[in-house]
Structure formats: structure tokens, C-alpha cells
């Protein structure tokens, strides 16, 4: 008993626990949702639904297995969804129209804004597949490892303790009986990790970082094939974005910091570039998958172009979800489509705010690296779900 105490003493002194844990300042704020009609949703006639109701099987499938009484952040019971997830699988996915139906029949939309201070806007940004070169052997320019999970590396569920605090969770090493925060990403890349195996070695430490954003990403081998990696754990530190202090620096600006200047001021600047890798203590690892596609925090391959990371403190996945953004693409005006939560990141934090997911591919890099739109979305909720 007195171990178990010391852990758990333990684990609330780096939580910070006093009965809550308070959300940092970028999580600040409320959902309201006001109901509307379909009518009123940009677009909503145009878009070619059939990939949007494939992804939404695949989460029926992990939204059946949890037991219909559970509450669904933000609102009703996950039983909400049991019966329109039945009817999905009988739709002709192929017909456009009759996934429309079936999303009007079982589901009311519903505009998504911030009770404090009324927003409706937010901030959508992207993300893709990455690709990378590697060997499964340390050798030649294959020196940068992407780890497993480290056998020291020990996360705790907080909502076991206190109802408040489920879905928070805490990130330690286990070290002669002790528990310590883990090491951030300098102290990693100085020291190595060696409770943790390598999954494959990377010839480029700066593919390595942005994989470590994405999550997901498929390398190419040196003796031929492919390996798919994925999102395995992290090592509990906060993420940090090295693009403002490249800003901060006035190396970069707000108007033109992306993925793509953020890599090219790193390949004129080789001698800085681990330090600024470095600014960013969060650390991802990795494990190999075996599916067709990368796998989003609800454990379903995602869907290019349908799939959606969101604030995993404010909204349960598998919800629908209408969004309507500026195109990163220079004169695409707004695009406004269906998509499915799915996934979550470390820096999607907000009550409007979004992680789009673009595929695979170096057009898909493209316009995720490009992507800091402003726009809205709509959630659909079944209609067995009451707003009193």
C-alpha cells in the first residue's frame, strides 16, 4: 500500500493534481452548437460523399465495441451512435445521394462556436504520410534511429483515480524505483535510448523531426520494399513549434512560416538545425504497422482528405464532422467537405481547431506544409441526442 501511495503522491506532483487539472491557456474555452439545416452548410450538395461514409464505418466499427451508456464528449452516449452505425453498412456507398440521405436521415448539423467569446473561425492545418529512406541495420548514412517505445517509459491513466481527470494521463521513467520525468528530446539525441529497440534507421535526422510531427510515414528500404511506421507513444513533453522561434528570430515570418521554409532555412543553417530540432522537448515513437494506411489516435487506418485530428480533451472520436477552410492552394478559394474525427496531435488544442489529414505523397506534403487556414465546422450529431 504504501508503494501504491508513493506513486500515485508521485504522479499528482507532476500532474499537478489538486481535484483538476487546469488546461494550458491554448485549450481555453467552451463549445456552444447551435443547430441549423442542412440548406445552410457551404456546399453541402456538392461534395462526392462515398470515401466520407467508408471512413465512417471504420470508426462504427471501434464505436460499437464501447458500451452504449459511456457519455460521448461533447454530448450524448456512444449508444447515440450504435443505431445510425448499424444502418451505415447497408448504404450503396457509391451513390453520393444516398449518403447524403443517410448522414440527413440519422444526424442534425450543428454550428460549432466559443462560448467565451463567440468565434465561430478557428484554425485548420494539415498533415500527410511522410517518406523517408532507411535500412533495418545501422550502416553508412543510416544513422538516425526512429525507437520503439522504451521498456522504461511507464504512462498512467489519472481518470483511474478521479472521474475529473479521465483522459489525462501522466508520462514517467521508471528508474531504480523511482518515477522521473523522461528525458526530453536533446537529452535523447546526446544520449540515446538504450531501453528502447530501433524500429528502422533513417539517412536523415531532419525527416526523422517532421515524421515525428505527422506521426505516420512509409520508408523506403535500402534492400528493397517498404516498411509503413506509426505513432506509437511520445515521451510526455509538451510540444513545442520551433516555426515561432524562427519568427521570434525574424528568420521567418507569420505570413510565410511553413514546413517547406522551416526545412529550407534548416538546409541553409545545417550547423543550427538540431539545435532548433531540440527547442521542441516532445518526442514521438514509433512501431512498425502492417496496415494500408497510417492509424489515427481511435485506432482505424486514416482516410485521405476525410479524416481529421481535433482536441482530444473536448471531443470523442468518430463524429462527423462538416468544415469548410481557405484552400492552401493559391487560388482555390474555400473548400468545404465531410470528414471524421479520428485523430488528435499534440498542438491541436481549441474548441474550433483542426489537424486535416491530406494522404500520402509529395503533393500531400505539399499542401500540409502550406496549410494555416481560417474556417468553421459543423458537427453532426445523431438525432437521438437532446440539447436540453
Given at each position: 500500500?504504501?508503494?501504491?501511495?508513493?506513486?500515485?503522491?508521485?504522479?499528482?506532483l507532476?500532474?499537478?493534481?489538486?481535484?483538476?487539472?487546469?488546461?494550458?491557456?491554448?485549450?481555453?474555452?467552451?463549445?456552444?452548437?447551435?443547430?441549423?439545416?442542412?440548406?445552410?452548410?457551404?456546399?453541402?450538395?456538392?461534395?462526392?460523399?462515398?470515401?466520407?461514409?467508408?471512413?465512417?464505418?471504420?470508426?462504427?466499427?471501434?464505436?460499437?465495441?464501447?458500451?452504449?451508456?459511456?457519455?460521448?464528449?461533447?454530448?450524448g452516449?456512444?449508444?447515440?451512435?450504435?443505431?445510425?452505425?448499424?444502418?451505415?453498412?447497408?448504404?450503396?456507398?457509391?451513390?453520393?445521394?444516398?449518403?447524403?440521405?443517410?448522414?440527413?436521415?440519422?444526424?442534425?448539423?450543428?454550428?460549432?462556436?466559443?462560448?467565451?467569446?463567440g468565434?465561430?473561425?478557428?484554425?485548420?492545418?494539415?498533415?500527410?504520410?511522410?517518406s523517408?529512406?532507411?535500412?533495418?541495420?545501422?550502416?553508412?548514412?543510416?544513422?538516425?534511429?526512429?525507437?520503439?517505445v522504451?521498456?522504461?517509459?511507464?504512462?498512467?491513466?489519472?481518470?483511474?483515480?478521479?472521474?475529473?481527470?479521465?483522459?489525462?494521463?501522466?508520462?514517467?521513467?521508471?528508474?531504480?524505483?523511482?518515477?522521473?520525468?523522461?528525458?526530453?528530446?536533446?537529452?535523447i539525441?546526446?544520449?540515446?535510448?538504450?531501453?528502447?529497440?530501433?524500429?528502422?534507421?533513417?539517412?536523415?535526422?531532419?525527416?526523422?523531426?517532421?515524421?515525428?510531427?505527422?506521426?505516420?510515414?512509409?520508408?523506403?528500404?535500402?534492400?528493397?520494399?517498404?516498411?509503413?511506421?506509426?505513432?506509437?507513444?511520445?515521451?510526455?513533453?509538451?510540444?513545442?513549434?520551433?516555426?515561432?522561434?524562427?519568427?521570434?528570430?525574424?528568420?521567418?515570418?507569420?505570413?510565410?512560416?511553413?514546413?517547406?521554409?522551416?526545412?529550407?532555412?534548416?538546409?541553409?543553417?545545417?550547423?543550427?538545425?538540431?539545435?532548433?530540432?531540440?527547442?521542441?522537448?516532445?518526442?514521438?515513437?514509433?512501431?512498425?504497422?502492417?496496415?494500408?494506411?497510417?492509424?489515427?489516435?481511435?485506432?482505424?487506418?486514416?482516410?485521405?482528405?476525410?479524416?481529421?485530428?481535433?482536441?482530444?480533451?473536448?471531443?470523442?472520436?468518430?463524429?462527423?464532422?462538416?468544415?469548410?477552410?481557405?484552400?492552401?492552394?493559391?487560388?482555390?478559394?474555400k473548400?468545404?467537405?465531410?470528414v471524421?474525427?479520428?485523430?488528435?496531435?499534440?498542438a491541436?488544442?481549441?474548441?474550433?481547431?483542426?489537424d486535416?489529414?491530406?494522404?500520402?505523397?509529395?503533393?500531400?506534403?505539399?499542401?500540409?506544409?502550406?496549410?494555416?487556414?481560417?474556417?468553421?465546422?459543423?458537427?453532426?450529431?445523431?438525432?437521438?441526442?437532446?440539447?436540453n
Amino acid at each position: 500500500m504504501q508503494k501504491q501511495a508513493f506513486l500515485f503522491l508521485s504522479l499528482c506532483l507532476m500532474a499537478g493534481c489538486t481535484g483538476h487539472v487546469k488546461p494550458p491557456a491554448e485549450q481555453a474555452g467552451t463549445p456552444v452548437f447551435q443547430k441549423t439545416t442542412y440548406q445552410q452548410l457551404p456546399a453541402w450538395d456538392k461534395d462526392n460523399l462515398r470515401t466520407a461514409m467508408d471512413a465512417f464505418r471504420l470508426s462504427c466499427e471501434k464505436l460499437l465495441q464501447i458500451p452504449a451508456e459511456k457519455p460521448f464528449r461533447p454530448l450524448g452516449t456512444y449508444g447515440d451512435f450504435h443505431e445510425p452505425c448499424r444502418a451505415a453498412v447497408s448504404v450503396n456507398s457509391v451513390n453520393p445521394q444516398a449518403v447524403r440521405s443517410f448522414f440527413e436521415t440519422w444526424f442534425d448539423p450543428y454550428e460549432v462556436s466559443v462560448r467565451e467569446t463567440g468565434a465561430q473561425e478557428g484554425l485548420f492545418t494539415g498533415y500527410y504520410e511522410a517518406s523517408l529512406r532507411g535500412s533495418l541495420k545501422r550502416h553508412g548514412s543510416y544513422q538516425t534511429p526512429l525507437y520503439a517505445v522504451p521498456e522504461d517509459l511507464y504512462t498512467a491513466d489519472l481518470g483511474q483515480w478521479y472521474e475529473d481527470l479521465e483522459g489525462k494521463k501522466i508520462t514517467a521513467q521508471v528508474r531504480d524505483g523511482q518515477l522521473l520525468r523522461y528525458p526530453d528530446r536533446a537529452a535523447i539525441e546526446r544520449e540515446g535510448l538504450p531501453a528502447a529497440e530501433v524500429v528502422v534507421w533513417v539517412d536523415d535526422p531532419v525527416d526523422a523531426f517532421f515524421l515525428q510531427i505527422q506521426g505516420s510515414g512509409v520508408v523506403s528500404l535500402d534492400t528493397g520494399g517498404t516498411m509503413r511506421v506509426g505513432y506509437a507513444g511520445k515521451n510526455g513533453h509538451a510540444y513545442f513549434a520551433i516555426g515561432r522561434a524562427l519568427i521570434e528570430r525574424e528568420e521567418l515570418t507569420k505570413e510565410n512560416v511553413s514546413l517547406q521554409t522551416i526545412r529550407a532555412w534548416m538546409e541553409l543553417n545545417p550547423a543550427q538545425a538540431q539545435d532548433l530540432m531540440n527547442l521542441n522537448p516532445s518526442y514521438v515513437f514509433f512501431r512498425a504497422l502492417e496496415t494500408d494506411g497510417p492509424v489515427g489516435a481511435q485506432g482505424v487506418v486514416l482516410t485521405p482528405l476525410r479524416s481529421l485530428a481535433v482536441d482530444k480533451n473536448l471531443y470523442d472520436y468518430g463524429l462527423p464532422v462538416w468544415m469548410a477552410f481557405d484552400s492552401p492552394e493559391q487560388g482555390k478559394g474555400k473548400l468545404a467537405q465531410l470528414v471524421i474525427a479520428q485523430d488528435t496531435g499534440g498542438a491541436i488544442r481549441g474548441v474550433v481547431r483542426g489537424d486535416f489529414f491530406w494522404g500520402y505523397g509529395s503533393g500531400a506534403e505539399e499542401r500540409a506544409g502550406k496549410m494555416k487556414s481560417r474556417g468553421k465546422y459543423w458537427f453532426l450529431f445523431p438525432k437521438t441526442i437532446s440539447m436540453n
